[in-house]
């Protein structure tokens, strides 16, 4: 059975994720572990042709030789390795490839935004609380971009992928981080990301269909609220909720944020109010005024479908 067993790892602007499954001859097959590890790759600099550094590139080798370990003790016999935004960005791509496969024995394979789109849109067709959802529109936002999709019966339709991740924005607003957004700032970019998906996904925009979404931000702000309210977190967020919790984290340092928040890790933190402020803009140009969080997300939709 050992045979059936593949490794999905995902390297993405700020994490390196894993996922390990099993075929057991449904379409979805069974999910046995998965495991997250910080990563940032790239530096919170405003260079215009970003690239990975020496230290970026050792913690990732770290990283990734720590989830090799995990995926021998479910004798795991295929592997395949994706990155995504900040691979794509990064100028020195090519030599982050063949270092990692010298130090690893992994090839790392970068896939586009259109890939990446599409394969969030079926991973969130395998989440159970989505199977009745024929047809939807998806937000995927990660450190470095945000996908927007829409499924109609059972089909992706359209998909776009935007350099208007957490981590992106925090560059484009040009603020020291380890202080509060502030108001103006905070308007100032909440313009310049609207300017920007009504550029370039014009044909997104289509409120007569429920939203689903996935990515890190969420995840985190869902813990947040099961904290603050002392429930669980629901899978329903509003974009007043998102907003909310928006201005609460960027009116206060990084420090206090910190402290403010314990269930957000250090190494999201500073990073945790511009993915929310990316999510509403997101919301606000779909017309959306809800959106249903899945755990399910681009690994979900890639594992199964390594090459034989």
């Not at 260079?47 to 989830?67: G, H, T, W, Y």
């Not at 981590?167 to 020291?176: E, F, R």
């Not at 945790?272 to 249903?292: D, N, R």
Request: include cysteine.
């Amino acid at each position: 059975m050992a045979m059936n067993r593949f490794g999905l790892i995902d390297v993405g602007s700020n994490t390196i994720k894993i996922l390990i499954g099993q075929k057991d001859g449904s379409l979805s097959g069974k999910i046995l572990d998965q495991q997250s590890l910080p990563c940032r790759l790239l530096s919170m600099g405003t260079q215009d042709e970003p690239e990975i550094s020496l230290d970026a590139l050792n913690r990732l080798v770290v990283c990734v030789n720590e989830l090799k370990e995990r995926m021998k003790k479910w004798e795991v016999k295929q592997v395949r390795m994706v990155g995504t935004e900040a691979l794509r960005k990064s100028k020195n791509s090519s030599w982050v490839i063949k270092e990692l496969l010298k130090s690893t024995g992994l090839l790392l394979e970068i896939i586009s935004g259109e890939e990446e789109a599409q394969a969030v849109a079926d991973g969130l067709r395998t989440d159970p609380i989505l199977k009745n959802w024929e047809s939807f529109m998806a937000l995927d936002i990660g450190g470095g971009s945000l996908e927007m999709i829409e499924c109609r019966k059972g089909k992706t339709i359209q998909s776009t992928s935007l350099p208007l991740g957490a981590i992106a924005l925090a560059k484009l607003s040009g603020v020291d981080l380890q202080k509060p957004l502030g108001i103006q700032n905070a308007e100032k970019l909440r313009s310049e990301i609207s300017k920007s998906i009504k550029h370039e996904a014009p044909k997104f925009h289509s409120s007569d269909l429920k939203l689903a979404g996935c990515g890190g931000t969420l995840v985190f702000l869902r813990l947040i609220i099961e904290e603050t309210h002392q429930n669980k977190g629901l899978p329903v967020l509003s974009r007043t909720e998102i907003d909310h919790y928006f201005e609460k984290t960027a009116a206060i340092s990084l420090k206090e944020r910190i402290a403010r928040f314990p269930k957000l890790p250090a190494d999201r933190a500073d990073v945790f109010p511009f993915g929310l402020l990316g999510i509403s803009c997101a919301m606000q140009y779909l017309g959306q005024s809800q959106i249903t969080h899945s755990f399910h997300n681009l690994r979900h939709g890639l594992i199964f479908n390594h090459p034989k």
